[in-house]
């Protein structure tokens, strides 16, 4: 089982980032799967779930109305767009399947002006 998480980077508030996660060496098509992040010197934070179907999601309250959780079977892909980045959004993000039996190697969103 590998995830591979990317797309983090630099960017100032009020903007947007996507991040990605591709999957490999299980169904992804099976388990649902997560994104959760650590900002620094804090714990684990879930901040989003996708079920296996693709139908029914949810968001942690901080980030409800400005990330969006998807998922592309097809590409064995997991999405996580996010809008209207604050300072508190910096983290290092990773994403996980369902059970968080296996984790991405995280990829860093740093939101300063």
């Known amino acids: 089982v590998q995830l591979v998480d990317s797309g983090g980077g630099l960017v100032q508030p009020g903007g947007s980032l996507r991040l990605s996660c591709i999957a490999s060496?299980?169904?992804?098509?099976?388990?649902?799967m997560y994104w959760v992040r650590q900002a620094p010197g804090k714990g684990l934070e879930w901040v989003s779930r996708i079920n296996y179907l693709g139908d029914s999601t949810d968001y942690a309250e901080s980030v409800k109305g400005r990330f969006t959780i998807s998922r592309d079977d097809a590409k064995n892909m997991l999405f996580l767009q996010m809008n209207n980045l604050k300072p508190d959004d910096t983290a290092l993000y990773y994403c996980?399947?369902?059970?968080?039996?296996?984790w991405g190697q995280g990829t860093q969103v740093t939101v300063s002006s």
């Open positions: 996980a399947t369902q059970g968080f039996s296996a």
């Open positions: 060496g299980f169904t992804f098509t099976r388990l649902g």
